[in-house]
């Protein structure tokens, strides 16, 4: 490819990159996708995909362990993880392959570069200059640590290497309870090593509702993961053949001796180095400050996770991405409100699905809330599968809508557009028990918590 001019240059080509470019290029837009790795970014190569791969090795080995349960008999199962590893691998390729085939349909240009910015509205890629009306950045993020939590691939890691180890240690200490460190912790514990769970804040999932933080504190423990919550870690002590990992909770020091250390305390902006500067663009902390349109400055836009504000999601960065485009066409796409059209999806065991505002953060909020719960254990389904555990909460307007629903439980990210229907579309209790659920399924643990807030329970 020559250098060229375009209507939308996009830097990154992961899911809030691809996503404009793809919808970009449908409205007669001609684009460019700088990408220094591969397109699909770290959701598809380093993140989303590869560890729902690991988890479902995890769920399917679980099953065959609890085979008595259902009345059929199997030898002890064994696994080889470097063939796990491979297994995860194997829907990359094949995703990677039919990204990469929709962008050449297209007819998008893709750069394989390294981009920085150069004059305004040019992107260095390499030894070419890409140059476009309009720019996308979306450049996204990268697993950070702090001081003393640096990873060296082996012993100390990140969610990156974790994906790519063919051998897994006997015990690890992973320090960061968000939706990255349960789900590495519970897919560690499948495998039969002695995990431990390190959270500064005051409990784990921090961002989901209080009680489901407690259901899965409650579930981890009865699995053998030891999680201890408001712990701040001091120090890793590499000096021996175990590392020994301090931390503090309160005025007391504990401390843990394990084979590996996996940090997951967030992602940060990959944003070092771009010189934002050099085209006006505000950051704060790295990330890239927008107005409620994802508009950077004079024809420069961000998208993705290193948008500051923006829920770190791949699904996000989707409906960013489709925005923008539509917006540089010059189309009026419906605003993306976080706090009730953001689905939050947790794939450990068991799993978290939430839509909308926690019972704590409506409170906060000054809203007068009414709370009503109902467990699993009356639902036919999860009884059927043997984890009756979990329950969905709604958290509804005094006689008013719902404004967040939260379910722990069997497969529940599979519910989760159900409720982000029933939040989205601000539905009343009253509206949402006004469905059929079909029986015998998950789903009824919705219907159930919606008929217990207008005072109809049916199993409750």
Same mark, same amino acid.
């Given at each position: ?49 590869? #560890? ?15 085979? +008595? ?34 962008? +050449? ?18 992107? +260095? ?12 950045? !979306?450049?996204?993020?990268? !697993? ?25 240690? /006997? ?30 804040? *005051? ?36 000096? +021996? ?11 007391? #020091? ?14 940060? %902006? ?14 704060? /902390? ?24 923006? *829920? $770190? ?69 999860? $009884?059927?599968?043997?984890? *009756? ?23 529940? #990210? ?14 009343? %209790? ?18 159930? !918590? ?11």
């Amino acid at each position: 490819m020559s250098n060229g001019s375009y209507d939308v240059v996009v830097l990154g080509g992961g899911p809030g990159g691809y996503a404009a470019a793809l919808r970009a290029a449908l409205l007669g837009q001609k684009v460019a996708i700088v990408e220094r790795d591969k397109v699909g970014g770290t959701c598809l190569h380093r993140g989303c995909i590869p #560890t729902k791969g690991l988890l479902h090795a995890a769920e399917v080995l679980d099953t065959i362990r609890d085979a +008595k349960t259902y009345g059929i008999t199997v030898n002890e199962p064994e696994f080889d993880w470097a063939a796990v590893q491979k297994s995860k691998s194997e829907p990359i390729k094949k995703l990677h392959s039919g990204l990469s085939s929709l962008i +050449k349909a297209r007819k998008i240009d893709l750069v394989n570069a390294d981009g920085k910015l150069g004059p305004r509205g040019t992107i +260095k890629a390499g030894d070419k200059d890409v140059t476009g009306r309009q720019v996308i950045l !979306a450049v996204g993020s990268y !697993a950070r640590y702090f001081p003393g939590m640096e990873p060296d691939g082996e012993r100390v890691i990140t969610s990156d290497h974790a994906l790519t180890r063919e051998t897994l240690p /006997r015990s690890i200490a992973i320090i960061g309870a968000g939706a990255v460190g349960v789900e590495f912790a519970s897919v560690y514990r499948s495998f039969g090593v002695d995990v431990t769970v390190i959270e500064a804040l *005051p409990r784990i999932v921090p961002l989901e509702d209080a009680d489901v933080s407690k259901e899965l504190t409650a579930s981890f423990g009865k699995r053998g993961i030891a999680v201890h919550a408001g712990a701040k870690v001091q120090d890793i002590d590499r000096s +021996k053949d175990l590392l020994k990992v301090t931390f503090s909770k309160g005025d007391k #020091t504990a401390s843990v001796d394990v084979e590996q250390v996996l940090v997951a305390v967030g992602r940060g %902006p990959s944003t070092d180095g771009l010189d934002l500067d050099s085209w006006g663009i505000k950051s704060e /902390r790295g990330y890239i400050l927008t107005d409620d349109t994802y508009l950077a400055g004079d024809g420069v836009w961000a998208v993705g996770d290193a948008v500051a504000m923006s *829920p $770190q999601f791949a699904h996000v960065a989707f409906a960013q991405g489709f925005s923008v485009a539509e917006r540089i066409a010059g189309g009026t796409p419906v605003m993306l409100d976080y706090d009730r059209d953001v689905p939050h999806a947790t794939y450990c065991n068991p799993e978290i699905a939430s839509v909308g505002l926690t019972e704590e953060a409506a409170r906060e909020r000054g809203m007068d809330v009414e709370v009503h719960k109902h467990g699993f254990t009356g639902i036919a389904k999860a $009884q059927i599968l043997h984890q *009756p555990r979990g329950f969905a909460k709604i958290v509804a307007e005094k006689g008013g809508r719902i404004v967040g629903l939260h379910i722990i439980g069997p497969r529940v #990210t599979e519910l989760l557009s159900e409720i982000l229907l029933a939040v989205g579309w601000e539905a009343y %209790p009253s509206e949402l028990a006004g469905l059929v659920h079909p029986h015998p399924t998950l789903s009824e643990v919705v219907g159930e !918590a919606a008929l217990a807030a207008i005072g109809r329970p049916l199993h409750g």
